[in-house]
């Protein structure tokens, strides 16, 4: 270890601690895994809570330290001393007092977090850090807390699977309060789904609490979790999308999330297109995403088709928006699929005319004319038994 570090450290000699600056970095980079050893048995001392003179060492040479490791790019080097050191912390008092004043470890702590953490996008560091870092999440200091929320987010974004280890440690902080940690969880969902899975109703149930950006994480990890086609989330997210979708807000965003689980689920939204058609015609900008969900619902059988196409029909009719094409190609999909509704007239009435209200009113003609020969020759199936 350096000499000036020995003696600094070794005497606890705060009037010669400024001294360190005057030193290049470079001098000192060796040193700082041995000097930060030497704070921990310091700071771990029973009476560090107590001494001022050894508090005010510890924290010149943490920034001495850090601000070293920074210049130098020697994180990986001494990645194990300095989260050695900040474990150690987690030993001790990190409440702050009545005055919101920080605990000396909390300050040990705040110092060493941004040192280490702002290295998010190297696996090796945040492999020994992640760990420890989610621990700070439940002792008690907001702030703390609040920061470590922050750099954990970051470090969802590069290595999401170490911080999967940690899913049930996260989904608990969140329920606690942590609302910024929601971010995190559509990356962890992606490696590990079942722990949020457990608590995904308590999760929903925060929605109403969040403010509108982390609400828009929740609904993202909605998203992600859509994709992975699980039934049981299915049943539970359906609901839940439905009731928000009057918060123009997110309803945009909701109404994706629903044509992702339409496009395998259609049938969990059969008894729910009465209320959706309600919201289309409320926000007319929606008919667009409103067409795919009505669009996968009417494939699903004959009996849904019949009772699909004339919400889409109706609303190509609008001349007020755009989407014609997009109901268009639903209405000739579903009748596509299922010929015996329009007949051997439906490729006449799609090539006829260029008028989308034209097309609209013979569809709406032929469908009246098979759905009444429909009922007519069930008459007659009921009087011939």
């Not at 990356?187 to 079942?194: M, R, S």
């Not at 609303?315 to 109901?327: D, T, V």
């Not at 006829?352 to 759905?371: D, G, R, W, Y």
Request: glycine letters at 4%.
């Amino acid at each position: 270890m350096h000499q000036l570090f020995r003696l600094v450290l070794g005497q606890k000699d705060l009037s010669r601690a400024g001294d360190l600056f005057s030193l290049d970095d470079s001098e000192i980079e060796d040193s700082l895994t041995e000097a930060l050893e030497q704070i921990k048995i310091i700071s771990s001392s029973s009476d560090y809570q107590t001494n001022n003179n050894d508090q005010a060492v510890v924290e010149i040479c943490i920034t001495r330290i850090t601000t070293a490791i920074r210049e130098t790019e020697s994180i990986e080097k001494h990645a194990k001393a300095l989260v050695g050191l900040w474990d150690s912390c987690l030993e001790h008092n990190l409440r702050p007092s009545g005055k919101d004043e920080d605990t000396p470890h909390a300050k040990i702590a705040s110092d060493i977090m941004s040192c280490i953490l702002q290295n998010y996008n190297r696996p090796p560091v945040m492999a020994l850090a992640i760990p420890i870092a989610v621990k700070f999440l439940h002792r008690g200091n907001k702030e703390l807390c609040r920061n470590m929320s922050n750099y954990l987010s970051l470090a969802a974004i590069t290595k999401a699977d170490l911080l999967a280890d940690h899913t049930d440690v996260i989904v608990k902080s969140i329920l606690q309060g942590n609302a910024m940690l929601l971010r995190v969880l559509p990356a962890v969902y992606e490696k590990k789904p079942q722990p949020i899975n457990r608590h995904l109703t308590e999760l929903l149930a925060l929605m109403s609490q969040l403010e509108q950006p982390e609400q828009y994480h929740l609904l993202r990890l909605l998203h992600v979790a859509a994709k992975r086609k699980q039934p049981e989330v299915v049943q539970k997210c359906i609901p839940f999308l439905i009731r928000h979708l009057k918060d123009s807000t997110h309803n945009d965003v909701i109404l994706n999330i629903l044509i992702e689980i339409a496009g395998y689920e259609p049938v969990a939204l059969n008894s729910f297109l009465p209320m959706l058609k309600e919201i289309g015609e409320r926000f007319p900008y929606l008919i667009g995403q409103m067409a795919r969900i009505y669009g996968a619902v009417g494939h699903v059988d004959e009996e849904r088709a019949r009772s699909c196409l004339p919400f889409l029909v109706s609303q190509l009719a609008n001349m007020e928006h755009s989407f014609h094409h997009i109901l268009l190609l639903e209405i000739k999909s579903i009748t596509d699929a299922f010929s015996s509704i329009l007949g051997p007239q439906s490729r006449d009435i799609f090539r006829m005319s260029n008028s989308f209200t034209a097309i609209a009113k013979l569809l709406t003609q032929q469908l009246e004319t098979t759905k009444a020969r429909s009922s007519s020759e069930e008459n007659v199936s009921e009087e011939a038994d």
